[in-house]
C-alpha cells in the first residue's frame, strides 16, 4: 500500500469530519459537554461491547500486549522526565509536557482510524481498544498526579475509573464472548447502531474542540518539542519494543500505529479543569493533530511493509 493511498483512503476521510465539526461549530456552538456525554456514555461503549464481543483473543496475546503497553507507558515516562529537566520546565509547564506525550489520543482519533483501517480484521480494532482502556487507567493516575498528585487520594482516582462505562462495557463485552452467550436481535440491533455512529460523531467533536482552540502562540518550544516526542520519539520505542518482544503480524501492526496518534484530548480537559496551563495544553493538542496526518500515514505505511 503506497503512502498516497494510506493518505486518500485512511487520513483524509478523518481531516474531512474534523473540518466539518470545526465548521459546524464555528456556525452553532454546540453544547460540547453533552456531545461528549453521547459519546463516553453511549455510544463508545457500545462500539467497545461489539468489537470485543465478535472478537477472540487469546490469553497469551493479551498478556503479551499488556506487558508491552507497561514498558511502553515506563519508557516514555522516563523519557519525559528527561526532557523536561533539559528543558528546565518550571512544575506545572512540565507536568503538562510530560502528560502531551504520555497521554495518546486512543479514543475519538484511535479507534475511528483503526476502524478505517482493519474494518475487516476486528482483532486489529479490540487491540486498539485495548490500548485505549489502557490509556484511560494511565490519564487518570499518572496523569492526573502529574496535576494534582497533593488534592486527589488514590481512592477518589479509583471511583473515577470504576464509573467509567467504556470499562463496564468491556468487561461485559469479553465475559459474554468467553461464555459464548447469545445476544438477542432486538438488542444487537441497537447496540450496532449505537456502535456505527461513533466513528463520525467522535471524528465531528474532536474537530469541534479544535476549533475552539486559540491559535496564538502556538509554535513555542515547549509545543514543538513535545509534539515531536508524541509523534516521533513515542512510535519509535514503540518499534524497537515491538522488536524485542518479538510481536508480529497484526498484533504488531496495531500496537505501532496506537503509539504514532497525537496528544489526548484529555490531557488538554484536565489541565483546564485544574487550571494547570490550559492554554499550552489546549495548543499541544491542536498542533500535534494536525502535524499527525503526515506522522500517522509514515507509521501506517510503515507498518504494512514490516508488518503485513
Not at 489520543?105 to 475511528?112: F, T, V
Not at 480484521?121 to 487518570?140: D, E, H, K
Request: glycine share 6%.
Amino acid at each position: 500500500m503506497f503512502i498516497g493511498t494510506i493518505f486518500i483512503n485512511i487520513i483524509i476521510p478523518i481531516l474531512i469530519l474534523l473540518l466539518v465539526g470545526a465548521g459546524l461549530q464555528r456556525k452553532f456552538a454546540f453544547n460540547l459537554k453533552a456531545i461528549s456525554n453521547l459519546i463516553t456514555y453511549c455510544l463508545m461503549p457500545a462500539a467497545v461491547f461489539i468489537n470485543l464481543y465478535q472478537t477472540e483473543i487469546d490469553v497469551q496475546i493479551l498478556l503479551e500486549i499488556i506487558g508491552y503497553l507497561v514498558a511502553f507507558s515506563l519508557i516514555i515516562i522516563v523519557v519525559t522526565t528527561v526532557l523536561s529537566k533539559l528543558l528546565k520546565l518550571e512544575r506545572g509547564e512540565a507536568a503538562i509536557f510530560k502528560n502531551s506525550i504520555s497521554l495518546i489520543n486512543s479514543g475519538n482519533y484511535g479507534i475511528p482510524v483503526s476502524q478505517l483501517l482493519f474494518h475487516a480484521n476486528p482483532l486489529g480494532i479490540s487491540i486498539q481498544i485495548i490500548v485505549m482502556v489502557f490509556q484511560n487507567i494511565l490519564t487518570y493516575t499518572y496523569g492526573l498526579y502529574n496535576l494534582i498528585s497533593a488534592t486527589k487520594s488514590g481512592l477518589e482516582i479509583l471511583k473515577s475509573l470504576l464509573k467509567m462505562p467504556v470499562i463496564h462495557a468491556m468487561l461485559l463485552g469479553g465475559l459474554l464472548n468467553w461464555l459464548q452467550i447469545p445476544i438477542p436481535s432486538f438488542l444487537w440491533t441497537p447496540i450496532s447502531h449505537l456502535a456505527g455512529a461513533f466513528l463520525a460523531i467522535a471524528l465531528v467533536l474532536l474537530g469541534a474542540q479544535l476549533a475552539q482552540i486559540e491559535l496564538k502562540t502556538i509554535v513555542n518550544r515547549t509545543i514543538v518539542t513535545s509534539s515531536i516526542g508524541r509523534l516521533i520519539i513515542g512510535p519509535s520505542v514503540a518499534l524497537l519494543l515491538i522488536f524485542i518482544f518479538g510481536i508480529d503480524g497484526v498484533v504488531a501492526q496495531s500496537l505501532f500505529i496506537a503509539s504514532s496518534f497525537p496528544t489526548s484530548r484529555n490531557s488538554s480537559t484536565l489541565a483546564l479543569e485544574y487550571d494547570v496551563h490550559p492554554d499550552l495544553a489546549a495548543q499541544t493538542v491542536l498542533f500535534s493533530t494536525v502535524l499527525s496526518a503526515i506522522t500517522v500515514t509514515f507509521v501506517v505505511y510503515l507498518s504494512t511493509v514490516l508488518f503485513v
